[in-house]
Every structure is written in C-alpha cells, then in structure tokens.
C-alpha cells in the first residue's frame, strides 16, 4: 500500500493512530446533515437551498462550504434538462392586453394569479397539468390533470379549486398565455361573473410574459416528472399530486420568496397583515 500511494511505512502508521481533527469530525457530522437533506428534497436541492436548510436548523455554514462537502462526497442536484413551452393560440377568439406586464413581485395575495398548461407523457398516453399560481406567495392554489384539452376539463376545474383555496375581495388580475382554453367565449363568461376578475393576456410568443408559470413547470418536470416513468395516469396522477400539494405548496424553499416555502410565505403574510 505504501509502495503504491507513495507514502513512508512510518507516516503510514502515524496516520493509522492519530486521532480526526475537530474540523475532520465537524465535517463528517455536516456531510451526513447535508445528505438527509439532499434525500427529503428527492435529490433536488443544490448548495443554495441546502445551506438554507442547515441554516433554519440553526448551523451556520456557509455556501461555498456546503459546495465543497458536496462535491468530495459527489452529492449533486438532478441534472436539469430543457423543458419546451407549447401554447395552441391559432384561434380567432378575441385577446385581451397584457396588464400584468411582467411584474411579477405581488404584496397581497388574490390581487394576482397566473396560470398556464403543460403536457406530462405516460405510457398510457398523454396528461394535461392546468395550474393556477398566487404571485404573492407562489402557491399553487388551483390546478388539474386531464387526459383532453377541452377547457371544461382544463382551466375550468383549476379555476373552481382556486376560488375554494382563495377568497377573491378586491381586484384581481388573472394572466395567461393566448392558448384557446383562456381565450374562449366558456372561460371568459365565467371569469366574467367576477367584476374583480380583469383578465390579462401575454404577448404574442412571448413566455417570458408568463414566466412565472413557466418556471413552475419547468421545476415541476425537471424534478418530478423526468425523474419518473408513469406506467399509467393514475401513476403520474398520484405522483403529481404529491409534489403538488406534500412537497412544493408546503415544504419546497422558493428563491424568489427568500428560501421559504409558500406555505410559510403565506403565514408571514398573514401575520404582517394582522400587525398592520
């Protein structure tokens, strides 16, 4: 051994006797931290968020820190890959402006909700994620899955779980793609019933107008739904919902909130609203 690493029969042995320097056993104790961590978030947690989480458990650490024990332990975030954006707006339906215009930063919630669909494959075929977010603390508080893109199995069922999870009590702006579901005469009479409701629209084949939305999916796919091969749509359905509302609603730390997760966003909001 000592011929092949290199190394003199006697630092051997001193090596072999001596005892792990404080720094080597603090190490050790926050790679085991940082590796429980990194399973409860299904292996999508990066540095950033773990260092978070170490943090709230009271462990002042360090990024960079958290980086380097990571990578000498091969510790790694799910590699991403590209996420595609596909909205069907070849329709004659009218379209409204965009009134959100891309501000994205919302104080109160019910004031702004955001809304989009994605495709998710199964083996069975494919399913239609519709989703509904509160800008002001991200939440997904509608959504629904389906096995067609007709706007009463879409947008319809997404917007009635919205009103239950939110109180609409002053004006609010709901933005979304051009896509047909959004645009036609059945959604828009029922936006309509609402005179709080202001709908919003993004400019032609511009996602970035709606990019909240669009960064929710492309999470929700890189971390959910490329890590599974759904055998069938009640699998991707169970799968989906617990992302949805165990993992991502409650407990997934969000950038954009300062690395809280909506629900415990939506708490700070409310208790800033009862000081006020």
Same mark, same amino acid.
């Given at each position: 051994?000592?011929?092949?690493?290199?190394?003199?029969?006697?630092? #051997?042995?001193?090596?072999? =006797?001596? !005892?792990? =320097?404080?720094?080597?056993?603090?190490?050790?104790?926050?790679?085991?931290?940082?590796?429980?961590?990194?399973?409860?978030?299904?292996?999508?947690?990066?540095?950033? &968020?773990?260092?978070?989480?170490?943090?709230?458990?009271?462990?002042?650490? =360090? !990024?960079?820190?958290?980086? !380097?024990?990571?990578? !000498?332990?091969?510790?790694?975030?799910?590699?991403?890959?590209?996420?595609?954006? %596909? %909205?069907?707006?070849?329709?004659?339906? *009218?379209? +409204?402006?965009?009134?959100?215009?891309? &501000?994205?930063?919302?104080?109160?919630?019910?004031? +702004?909700?955001?809304?989009?669909? %994605?495709?998710?494959?199964?083996?069975?075929?494919?399913?239609?994620?519709?989703?509904?977010?509160?800008? $002001?603390?991200? &939440?997904?508080?509608?959504?629904?899955?389906?096995?067609?893109?007709?706007?009463?199995?879409? +947008?319809? *069922?997404?917007?009635?779980?919205?009103?239950?999870?939110?109180?609409?009590?002053?004006?609010?702006?709901?933005?979304?793609?051009?896509?047909?579901?959004?645009?036609?005469?059945? #959604?828009? =009479?029922?936006?309509?019933?609402? *005179?709080?409701?202001?709908?919003?629209?993004?400019?032609?084949?511009?996602?970035?107008?709606?990019?909240? $939305?669009?960064?929710? #999916?492309?999470? /929700?796919?890189?971390?959910?739904?490329?890590?599974?091969?759904?055998?069938?749509?009640?699998?991707?359905?169970?799968?989906?919902?617990?992302?949805?509302?165990?993992?991502?609603?409650?407990?997934?730390?969000?950038?954009?909130?300062?690395?809280?997760?909506?629900?415990? #966003?939506?708490?700070? /909001?409310?208790?800033?609203?009862? $000081?006020?």
């Amino acid at each position: 051994m000592c011929l092949v690493f290199k190394v003199s029969r006697s630092r #051997f042995y001193t090596w072999l =006797s001596s !005892r792990l =320097s404080k720094t080597c056993i603090e190490n050790q104790l926050l790679t085991e931290r940082i590796k429980v961590i990194h399973g409860k978030s299904k292996q999508t947690y990066g540095s950033p &968020r773990i260092t978070h989480e170490l943090n709230k458990l009271g462990i002042k650490i =360090s !990024r960079p820190r958290v980086a !380097r024990l990571m990578k !000498r332990s091969k510790i790694r975030s799910i590699i991403k890959r590209k996420f595609r954006v %596909t %909205t069907d707006s070849e329709h004659k339906y *009218p379209i +409204v402006e965009n009134r959100l215009n891309r &501000r994205f930063r919302v104080e109160k919630t019910a004031t +702004v909700w955001v809304s989009d669909i %994605t495709y998710i494959k199964t083996i069975q075929g494919w399913l239609y994620l519709t989703a509904i977010i509160d800008l $002001a603390d991200r &939440r997904i508080i509608g959504w629904a899955l389906s096995s067609s893109l007709k706007t009463i199995d879409t +947008v319809i *069922p997404a917007w009635k779980m919205a009103l239950k999870n939110r109180n609409i009590t002053t004006e609010l702006i709901f933005h979304s793609d051009r896509g047909i579901q959004y645009a036609c005469n059945e #959604f828009k =009479s029922l936006l309509d019933k609402n *005179p709080l409701v202001i709908r919003s629209m993004s400019r032609k084949g511009n996602c970035w107008d709606n990019a909240v $939305a669009e960064s929710f #999916f492309k999470t /929700l796919k890189v971390e959910c739904v490329y890590q599974n091969n759904f055998i069938n749509k009640k699998h991707a359905a169970l799968v989906v919902f617990e992302y949805i509302e165990t993992w991502y609603n409650r407990k997934r730390l969000h950038s954009a909130l300062g690395y809280v997760s909506p629900k415990e #966003f939506e708490e700070l /909001l409310h208790k800033q609203k009862i $000081a006020a």
